[in-house]
């Protein structure tokens, strides 16, 4: 942060102003600095040297879990450009203090992020016993300039988070510009991010219909506007209005968090993701790992492994308009003779512990001046690929393949920078067919339903002498039945008929012992549930 200079007096100040306007009709003006640090430019977040940036990255839980400062590199591994990180002001939890503050940056640098920082002690203010108000958490943010000062390039400030519940809400502009206005008269030049009311998700339009008089209290024009999109935003005729009326407006809109389903309802992914990409607007995925009370669902990996990716961190980082797609680096990372350089190839990877419906591959290393940082596993079919899975180690299993199938994989590796090296030699798999049948016993139930829907669990229990280590499961529904949001797998659907692959921390299922998928799904006024199951491609009992 750089202060700014006390303004002089308009009367002491005029002559002069007027013999230097004078001057400079006379004189060719000199070229002017290019700008430090972010800004907000006719409704684009643009970086000092002119271009646009376009967040795509995660949240991570930092202040909960401080001695995970590591994710911060395997979130950099998979792709993400962005990380928006969870402190703390003291109020709620234990304090996020300047030495913690500057690690977290020098490690966002480190790893070639860009910093969006938080304050979390906001949540629900107004109706979350215990939360604090935007001014409380810029009082935060001036005790710890000394180490945001200087930082404009690669930090965000976002001031407070989900500042208002749904009570007070009305309170949420009144209560952003002031602290916008407070943060500048600190001296803060730094992008700032405001968070929308209602938990973030702006169901009254508060944010939505005040933003521009917000952006105008802005002494600096650069503010940036945060939704979160979840059980709100359930439709993508909400989304696309809602996304499109900022974009109209030449207000600058990120989707500060959002995930692919929540206890208030199923939010539209596909739609935010798709929307974000086509209007050129960042979004941040909610959240690495770490979740609790009951929304452990919204974990992009599972106990922080990078390797073991769940459906929703797929889908996020390797699925279409996903994260490994759209990112791009920040150009901060590659001015000044910056790392252009990619890494060599990756060995042609090897295949082994081949079953019906995994595999695991090995490769030798690829190298790079300044360090792999992952490499990316793809399937290729004719001249297409499609990503498989990311990992830091140079081996993967792969699950969920076809049973009795050709597999033909290869492998690229990824630099610190976002270089990516030439593909690999390719391997083809082919997997044998699938077990015996009774080898698997499933149970399945509605656990919960409403008008149009309705919640299912599936227990699929291994009633063989042998572990299943990956495995698909298939039926088909009797009615007209849509999977909306699987768990535990990814489920794809064709007509009636539904095929889902195991996810990373259910593909091992130990002889008697059983995993448990939950989804939610559509549904006419019958529901009659399915009468037959296949695991790679086995007949199993139903109970």
């Known amino acids: 942060m750089r202060l700014r200079p006390t303004s002089p007096r308009p009367a002491t100040v005029a002559a002069a102003l007027l013999a230097l306007f004078l001057s400079f009709l006379a004189l060719t003006p000199p070229a002017q600095a290019a700008p430090t640090g972010f800004r907000v430019q006719n409704g684009r977040l643009l970086e000092a040297g002119g271009n646009d940036f376009v967040m795509r990255g995660v949240n991570h839980a930092h202040t909960w879990y401080p001695d995970r400062v590591s994710s911060l590199a395997h979130i950099k591994a998979k792709g993400a450009n962005t990380v928006r990180v969870v402190l703390s002001s003291g109020d709620r939890w234990t304090r996020n203090d300047a030495a913690d503050v500057a690690n977290v940056i020098s490690q966002c640098k480190q790893n070639r992020l860009i910093c969006v920082l938080e304050v979390h002690d906001t949540t629900g203010y107004g109706e979350q016993s215990g939360a604090v108000s935007l001014s409380r958490a810029a009082d935060y943010w ?267 994989f290869a492998v690229y590796a990824r630099d610190a920078a976002g270089n990516r090296s030439p593909r690999s030699g390719t391997v083809t798999v082919t997997t044998p067919s699938g077990g015996s049948p009774s080898a698997c016993g499933v149970g399945y139930r509605v656990t919960g339903s409403w008008s149009g829907g309705f919640q299912g669990e599936i227990v699929l229990r291994n009633t063989g002498t042998s572990a299943i280590n990956g495995w698909t499961l298939r039926w088909t529904f009797p009615d007209s039945q849509r999977i909306t949001n699987l768990w535990g797998g990814t489920a794809t659907q064709t007509g009636s008929a539904v095929s889902v692959a195991a996810a990373p921390y259910t593909a091992t299922i130990p002889a008697s012992g059983s995993v448990t998928l939950g989804f939610t799904a559509s549904r006419a006024t019958a529901n009659p549930s399915p009468t037959a199951f296949t695991l790679n491609g086995a007949d199993c009992s139903v109970s």
């Open 142 to 408: 001036i005790d710890m300039k000394s180490v945001l000062a200087g930082q404009e390039d690669y930090v965000i400030v976002n001031i407070g988070n989900e500042p208002h519940g749904n009570i007070g809400y009305a309170a949420w502009t009144a209560d952003t510009k002031a602290a916008i206005v407070k943060l500048r008269a600190a001296g803060f030049n730094h992008t700032i991010m405001v968070d929308a009311p209602n938990w973030g998700q702006d169901w009254a339009f508060t944010m939505r219909d005040n933003a521009a008089s917000v952006f105008a209290a802005d002494p600096d024009a650069n503010t940036v506007f945060s939704v979160h999109m979840y059980g709100v935003f359930d439709t993508a005729a909400e989304i696309t209005d809602y996304l499109n009326r900022f974009v109209t407006a030449r207000l600058p809109i990120v989707v500060g968090e959002f995930g692919h389903d929540h206890s208030d309802g199923n939010p539209d992914e596909d739609t935010i993701l798709a929307v974000a990409q086509q209007l050129r607007l960042g979004y941040l995925g909610w959240s690495w790992s770490g979740n609790g009370g009951g929304v452990e669902y919204l974990d992009l990996v599972t106990n922080f492994d990078p390797d073991r990716l769940t459906s929703w961190g797929q889908r996020l980082f390797n699925g279409a308009n996903g994260i490994a797609a759209t990112a791009k680096e920040a150009a901060i990372y590659g001015s000044g003779g910056g790392d252009t350089t990619p890494p060599t190839a990756p060995g042609t990877p090897t295949a082994s512990g081949v079953t019906s419906s995994s595999a695991t591959l090995t490769w030798a290393a690829a190298s790079d001046a300044k360090g792999v940082t992952g490499y990316d596993v793809v399937r290729i079919s004719g001249g297409s690929e499609s990503a498989v899975t990311s990992t830091t180690k140079t081996t993967a299993t792969l699950t969920g393949l076809s049973p009795a199938t050709s597999h033909t």
